[in-house]
């Protein structure tokens, strides 16, 4: 898009500044209050946080994709992301279990052993 530079704005910031020359524009328009107004400044400078992986937040895992939430599915979710899971959605752990058709008492013995098998993730 013409007019637009994008730079870092500090080195390991985890924010995008977004320049736009509205020279190049005939009339640009921003969203006040009091409904739309024209936009008198030359240059507009725009701030963008960073996005950070957005797959598997619910299980406490940062992924870049979906495959990459299936593959950790298949090796077996750990306890962690279980837990995780549990808090996040606001369903004890022992309830949750009971949805995904696992006995406490293999629950118990899942915590001991920091994972789940492979069918019990899914």
Request: glycine letters at 8%.
């Amino acid at each position: 898009m013409p007019g637009i530079k994008q730079k870092q704005e500090k080195r390991g910031s985890r924010q995008t500044v977004k320049q736009i020359n509205t020279e190049e524009y005939r009339a640009l328009f921003y969203w006040s209050r009091d409904g739309f107004a024209p936009l008198t400044s030359q240059v507009i400078e725009m701030k963008f946080p960073e996005l950070e992986a957005g797959f598997g937040k619910s299980l406490g895992l940062r992924l870049n994709s979906t495959e990459g939430v299936i593959a950790r599915l298949k090796d077996g979710l750990s306890m962690k992301s279980f837990e995780h899971l549990s808090e996040a959605i606001d369903i004890p752990p022992t309830k949750l279990a009971g949805f995904a058709s696992i006995a406490l008492r293999t629950l118990a013995r899942r915590k001991r052993e920091g994972k789940l098998q492979r069918s019990e993730s899914e």
